[in-house]
């Protein structure tokens, strides 16, 4: 039984041998789907043997001798890959950040024009008025501490004017 299965995974790996030569012969587009169906067989079935993996995927970039094009290698292809994928989150990070500041200008304007939020005059006005309460919260407290201090003051004087009034 297993003599079976070797001889029909042989066949299959002819199969799909003389299918990649055929592919790369005819200048056709050489894919893992491509060269399963053209083998009949399933892609699993090359994924499972990593040498008829490869050897698509040497394929696929190799050009054909009467194309003429200049050699594409699995490498530039990944570097070319690498470089659009990085380009593409650069792309994405910024469109996020312009979404962002959009929304946040639309919904200031909007927040203007609709009346609800104040005007800059106004908030100003407000910022203003906070300030000038503190300050009179901070001289409050100052008046507070000299009139105790001038408190103190007046008693020491009578105590003294009482104790030169006395008769010794």
Same mark, same amino acid.
């Given at each position: 039984?297993?003599?079976?299965?070797?001889?029909?995974?042989?066949?299959?790996?002819?199969?799909?041998?003389?299918?990649?030569?055929?592919?790369?012969?005819?200048?056709?587009?050489?894919?893992?789907?491509?060269?399963?169906?053209?083998?009949?067989?399933?892609?699993?079935?090359?994924?499972?043997?990593?040498?008829?993996?490869?050897?698509?995927?040497?394929?696929?970039?190799?050009?054909?001798?009467?194309?003429?094009?200049?050699?594409?290698?699995?490498?530039? %292809? &990944?570097?070319? $890959?690498?470089?659009?994928? #990085?380009?593409?989150?650069?792309?994405?990070?910024?469109? +996020?950040? *312009?979404? /962002?500041?959009?929304?946040?200008?639309?919904?200031?304007?909007?927040?203007?024009?609709?009346?609800?939020?104040?005007?800059?005059?106004?908030?100003?006005?407000?910022?203003?008025?906070?300030?000038?309460?503190?300050?009179?919260?901070? %001289? &409050?407290?100052? $008046?507070?501490?000299?009139? #105790?201090?001038?408190?103190?003051?007046?008693?020491?004087? +009578?105590? *003294?004017? /009482?104790?030169?009034?006395?008769?010794?």
């Amino acid at each position: 039984m297993s003599e079976g299965r070797s001889e029909q995974s042989a066949r299959r790996r002819e199969r799909v041998l003389r299918a990649i030569a055929a592919a790369v012969g005819a200048g056709e587009e050489v894919t893992v789907s491509a060269i399963a169906r053209a083998a009949r067989v399933d892609r699993s079935f090359l994924y499972r043997h990593r040498d008829l993996l490869e050897r698509t995927h040497t394929a696929a970039v190799v050009p054909s001798p009467d194309s003429g094009a200049a050699a594409v290698t699995r490498a530039s %292809l &990944q570097a070319d $890959l690498a470089n659009a994928l #990085e380009r593409n989150s650069r792309l994405t990070l910024r469109v +996020r950040q *312009l979404e /962002r500041r959009l929304s946040e200008s639309l919904g200031e304007q909007v927040w203007r024009d609709s009346g609800l939020g104040a005007s800059v005059d106004i908030d100003q006005l407000q910022r203003q008025i906070i300030t000038l309460q503190q300050q009179a919260v901070d %001289l &409050q407290s100052q $008046l507070d501490e000299r009139t #105790e201090d001038l408190k103190a003051a007046r008693a020491a004087n +009578r105590e *003294l004017t /009482r104790a030169l009034n006395r008769p010794v």
